[in-house]
């Protein structure tokens, strides 16, 4: 059990705590002592004065010490549990209720009684007994004037022998009563709410270990639950403890993902580059091989289309490579752009034109439409420009013989213009549109093939314009074609009408 952290603080909790208990026993037993000594002493502290002042010591006259011996033999019958003695101006004992051969000594110290009259020390005080050597009793005192005695002051011991050792015996068994029915008191609660206190703490350890336990043997996939379902903010240094290790198992788990999804796509990545390259290459070397093997079995027409067909596959390979490149650089944060105005209508149209004959040779119309007074947009004219192209080239690689491709520049929301590329195609499953912009992803992977188009067109379409912070959309529907959309800041002017830098 005290292997465990819990059964460890407990151990050191209840030795010090029964420290503390002994320590407590001996100060309260002290404590009651001096209470119980300072609480005669002032309840007598008038005592002396009183029999001084009822003149109970004089007797007869004239007077003598043997009247005074009688005085104070009176007293000493009206309280037997006092001493009286009467005591000089040097402190010497000139009478006494107790018989002068009881005497351990017959001068006292007159410091305790000087303190005692002058009010200059705090009670209880204690004074010489007469009837010991060394002891040292509570008293009460008064001063005296008697004439034609040497007496100066009446010193009441408060305790009488036999009367002090029975008193002493019954208090000090109550207060060991008392102390200890206190005590054991005091411990038992102390030790019920040591247990609560270590159990509410070490029960939250535990937990918390369990999940780090938990979430080393899912293979840091684990996801430790909050107490109360959902991670908070604790208030003490174990609860931000648990809601810091929440909130790392849950950054090593979404990282973990991340690592995974990244790995996954790295394997897609290497098994789809090595795909697009292989057959291109397969391709260009088959043909290249039968020009060689029948350079004088084929007829021009023949060669031509042979090696028609090789130059078709290394601009294919260009291509791919080209895009590899280009996407190797976005994501090192090589490409930077340079912002400045430009009208997208025209570039608009200079891309329709520059891929009519890329359309025509698909029997696909490429067709540019704008209206007239669009304003100047802000971004990298030539971004911009392979953003669009991709588009362009995308839908005319999948749109049927026969249908439109249309480009298209008009105004978008307050403060940007709208570019659209839109097609007549087959479509895009709904399931599919939010992964089309993934690397090597294909919507028909069965119409890749043979084609130059690798999967690659769309995801650097995303990420030029991730650089211009320009977000791109798709409206799809299988059958019905696609329109893929986005919008660019418009340039603003200054107040005189001219261009803004």
């Known amino acids: 059990m005290f292997r465990t952290l819990y059964g460890r603080l407990l151990l050191v909790i209840l030795g010090f705590g029964l420290a503390m208990i002994t320590i407590f026993a001996v100060v309260l037993l002290g404590y009651h002592e001096t209470y119980h000594t300072e609480a005669d002493q002032t309840v007598n502290l008038r005592l002396a004065q009183q029999y001084?002042?009822?003149?109970?010591?004089?007797?007869?006259?004239?007077?003598?010490?043997?009247?005074?011996?009688?005085?104070?033999?009176?007293?000493?019958?009206?309280?037997?549990?006092?001493?009286?003695?009467?005591?000089?101006?040097?402190?010497?004992?000139?009478?006494?209720?107790?018989?002068?051969?009881?005497?351990?000594?017959?001068?006292?110290?007159?410091?305790?009684?000087?303190?005692?009259?002058?009010?200059?020390?705090?009670?209880?005080?204690?004074?010489?007994?007469?009837?010991?050597?060394?002891?040292?009793?509570?008293?009460?005192?008064?001063?005296?004037?008697?004439?034609?005695?040497?007496?100066?002051?009446?010193?009441?011991?408060?305790?009488?022998?036999?009367?002090?050792?029975?008193?002493?015996?019954?208090?000090?068994?109550?207060?060991?009563?008392?102390?200890?029915?206190?005590l054991i008191s005091c411990g038992v609660l102390a030790v019920i709410a040591t247990l609560i206190v270590l159990r509410s703490i070490t029960r939250r350890l535990s937990r918390l270990r369990a999940d780090m336990e938990q979430f080393q043997s899912a293979n840091l996939t684990g996801a430790p639950a909050s107490p109360d379902g959902a991670p908070g903010r604790g208030i003490d240094e174990i609860e931000r403890l648990a809601d810091m290790f929440r909130d790392l198992s849950s950054r090593v788990r979404t990282q973990m993902e991340e690592l995974r999804a990244t790995d996954d796509m790295r394997r897609n990545m290497v098994a789809n580059i090595s795909h697009d390259l292989r057959t291109p290459l397969t391709t260009l070397q088959a043909h290249l091989d039968t020009l060689l093997l029948k350079e004088t079995e084929l007829t021009a027409s023949e060669r031509r289309d042979y090696l028609a067909t090789a130059v078709n596959q290394c601009r294919r390979l260009a291509r791919l490579v080209s895009q590899l490149l280009e996407l190797a650089k976005l994501d090192a944060g090589q490409v930077v752009p340079q912002i400045e105005p430009f009208q997208l209508a025209e570039l608009v149209q200079d891309i329709a034109q520059k891929l009519t004959l890329q359309a025509s040779s698909r029997n696909v119309r490429l067709r540019a439409e704008h209206p007239d007074g669009l304003p100047l947009v802000r971004?990298?004219?030539?971004?911009?420009?392979?953003?669009?192209?991709?588009?362009?080239?995308?839908?005319?690689?999948?749109?049927?013989?026969?249908?439109?491709?249309?480009?298209?520049?008009?105004?978008?929301?307050?403060?940007?213009?709208?570019?659209?590329?839109?097609?007549?195609?087959?479509?895009?499953?709904?399931?599919?549109?939010?992964?089309?912009?993934?690397r090597f992803h294909r919507s028909d992977r069965s119409r890749s093939t043979g084609t130059a188009h690798a999967g690659l067109g769309l995801a650097i379409v995303k990420g030029l314009l991730d650089l211009h912070g320009v977000t791109i959309s798709v409206a799809s529907q299988p059958g019905q074609g696609s329109r893929f959309s986005f919008e660019i800041p418009v340039q603003p002017f200054n107040p005189a009408g001219s261009i803004a830098n």
């Open 52 to 182: 001084a002042d009822a003149r109970l010591l004089i007797t007869d006259e004239p007077l003598t010490v043997f009247n005074f011996h009688e005085g104070i033999d009176r007293l000493a019958d009206l309280n037997p549990d006092v001493d009286i003695y009467l005591v000089g101006a040097a402190g010497e004992i000139v009478a006494s209720s107790v018989p002068a051969e009881h005497w351990a000594r017959r001068r006292i110290d007159l410091g305790p009684i000087r303190a005692f009259l002058d009010d200059s020390a705090a009670l209880p005080i204690f004074g010489d007994n007469p009837r010991f050597a060394n002891a040292r009793e509570i008293f009460s005192v008064a001063t005296v004037a008697i004439q034609d005695c040497p007496a100066r002051y009446l010193y009441v011991i408060l305790h009488r022998e036999h009367h002090d050792s029975a008193v002493r015996q019954l208090r000090k068994a109550y207060t060991i009563n008392e102390s200890l029915g206190l």
């Open 379 to 438: 971004g990298d004219i030539s971004l911009i420009e392979r953003a669009i192209d991709n588009l362009a080239e995308n839908a005319i690689q999948y749109a049927p013989a026969g249908t439109v491709v249309t480009l298209r520049a008009a105004p978008g929301s307050p403060g940007f213009v709208r570019c659209e590329v839109a097609d007549a195609g087959p479509g895009i499953p709904v399931e599919e549109q939010t992964r089309i912009f993934d």
